[in-house]
């Protein structure tokens, strides 16, 4: 697509439901990237992916988060048994190849707002 | 560990005015630094970028940013503000070889007519 989409766009759940959150990146684009926006802090990376593998999972903030991508393309961010805290802005980008230090401009996504009553 | 600084929470300038926002990183190598911008219900856009050479670099809509490596430093600049700048303002540094790119709490702009 012209964009990265992201869906749903806004999500409101009750605490200890489980959500399910899409991006579907540039078409081509082969790195794609997760992160979290909490009201007035700074985007906290979740996770990156390279095609459908994952170097870097570093950023998952504890096992009810995870995330998987199919096909090179779509991915999908989870997180089980949502508390408060979840509550946030989660954001998609995606690049043509590799690393931000190879010249590639992360393009984001406008992302999915979560609220968790 | 890479750090990113913006100690100005939120700006606030008149419509005409110059414009200097800060940016300090902290990262043993050279940097990589980016500059976003993130307006009202929209995703984050990419003002400028730094990898190498010139140490002004120029973006999109007017906007520079210069890279000061002995104050760790590359703060964002305009000469002239438009209310449309008003917006959210996110500094970055990445590293070669890394998939991370992290980003600073950001700096909210308010421009006033």
């Known amino acids: 697509g012209a964009g990265v989409s992201q869906s749903p766009s806004n999500k409101v759940t009750e605490k200890g439901k489980d959500v399910e959150l899409r991006c579907d990146p540039i078409s081509g684009h082969t790195a794609l990237y997760w992160y979290r926006q909490s009201l007035g802090q700074g985007l906290e990376f979740l996770i990156y992916?390279?095609?459908?593998?994952?170097?870097?999972k570093s950023g998952l903030p504890s096992d009810r988060f995870s995330a998987e991508r199919t096909g090179g393309s779509v991915s999908t961010l989870t997180i089980q048994r949502t508390q408060q805290e979840d509550s946030a802005v989660y954001l998609c980008a995606s690049s043509l190849a590799g690393t931000p230090s190879s010249g590639n401009t992360i393009y984001f996504g406008e992302g999915s707002w979560l609220t968790v009553v | 560990a890479q750090s990113v600084t913006q100690p100005d929470i939120h700006i606030t300038v008149s419509e005409g005015a110059s414009l200097e926002l800060r940016c300090n990183y902290s990262y043993g190598a050279t940097p990589y630094l980016f500059w976003y911008v993130q307006s009202p219900g929209q995703g984050l856009q990419l003002l400028l970028k730094y990898f190498s050479g010139d140490t002004l670099v120029q973006g999109i809509k007017g906007f520079e940013a210069e890279f000061k490596r002995s104050q760790s430093s590359f703060n964002l600049r305009k000469p002239s503000v438009h209310w449309s700048d008003a917006a959210e303002y996110f500094c970055?540094?990445?590293?070669?070889?890394?998939?991370?790119?992290?980003f600073g709490a950001g700096t909210r702009l308010f421009v006033k007519a």
């Open positions: 992916f390279q095609g459908n593998s994952a170097p870097d």
């Open positions: 970055a540094v990445g590293h070669t070889g890394g998939f991370k790119t992290i």
